[in-house]
């Protein structure tokens, strides 16, 4: 059961760093809960707190006590963690619900979304694994090419299939399932990235509609995801 709680403050617009500023302070464990406490000695009361610490959001009741499990706000639901963080970015398969990236749960299918995950290596030219998860209620078709843009690039990149060194094809993606696909540049050279700001437009189809997923090109780091939401 979802707790009914009127933080007016608890929206996309404030998750998403509008309104929401860290200040220093400290963290205490209490006979009745976690509280931050302000260096002004006043505790933070019915508000979102990001922690630059550890990059996460936390939640804080009108008594100053973090808040934990399932809440409501403002008929929007959210998932705060056993240590307090907000869910985001997350899938939850035993409900088939997705905590998005300002942390707001949908149902899994009610909307078309897909994880992206982006990896960059330096052997022999640049190979970018491509990790796409279907939350959506129907396949995806992903197209064998994402569009690179970014750090002087402006090139399409194709799908590739290291045991044959041929350029793939087209995958379908069933729902709740997921692959990691290599793209590579046509002509195999080594892209710079150094800047971390490349950016891929990854291309879908679903029932003959056409989507796309903007996500950066990570460089050398895996196992670092982005849910979000297909634009048509």
């Known amino acids: 059961m979802m707790k009914k709680l009127g933080f007016a403050v608890l ?3 404030v998750v998403a760093g509008m309104t929401v500023t860290a200040f220093a302070g400290t963290w205490q464990n209490t006979a009745n809960g976690w509280k931050y406490k302000n260096d002004d000695g006043t505790y933070k009361k019915n508000e979102v707190f990001y922690d ?3 990059g996460e959001y936390y939640l804080f009741d009108t008594n100053g006590i973090m808040v934990t499990g399932d809440i409501t706000s403002n008929g929007v639901s959210y998932f705060f963690r056993e240590d307090g963080s907000m869910a985001r ?10 905590a998005t990236e300002d942390g707001s749960i949908v149902k ?5 979304f897909v994880a992206g ?11 970018i694994y491509v990790t796409v998860a279907n939350f959506s209620g129907k396949p995806l078709t ?9 750090s002087g690039m ?3 990149w194709y799908a590739y299939d ?3 060194d041929t350029l793939g094809k087209e995958f379908v993606l069933q729902p709740m399932d997921q692959m990691r696909i290599p793209f590579i540049a046509e002509d195999f050279h080594k892209a710079d990235f150094k800047d971390n700001k490349v950016e891929a437009k990854t291309h879908f189809t679903m029932e003959d509609t056409g989507y796309y997923l903007t996500t950066p090109v990570r460089e050398d780091v895996e196992g670092q995801g982005l849910l979000m939401k297909a634009v048509q």
């Open 89 to 98: 970015n997350t899938y939850f398969s035993d409900t088939k619900e997705v």
């Open 154 to 156: 402006n090139e399409v």
């Open 52 to 54: 630059e610490t550890d």
């Open 117 to 127: 995950e982006l990896v960059t290596f330096h052997e022999d030219g640049d190979v």
């Open 162 to 164: 290291s045991e044959t």
């Open 108 to 112: 899994a299918g009610t909307d078309t």
């Open 11 to 13: 929206t996309a617009a």
């Open 142 to 150: 992903v197209q064998n090419y994402v569009e690179l843009t970014g």
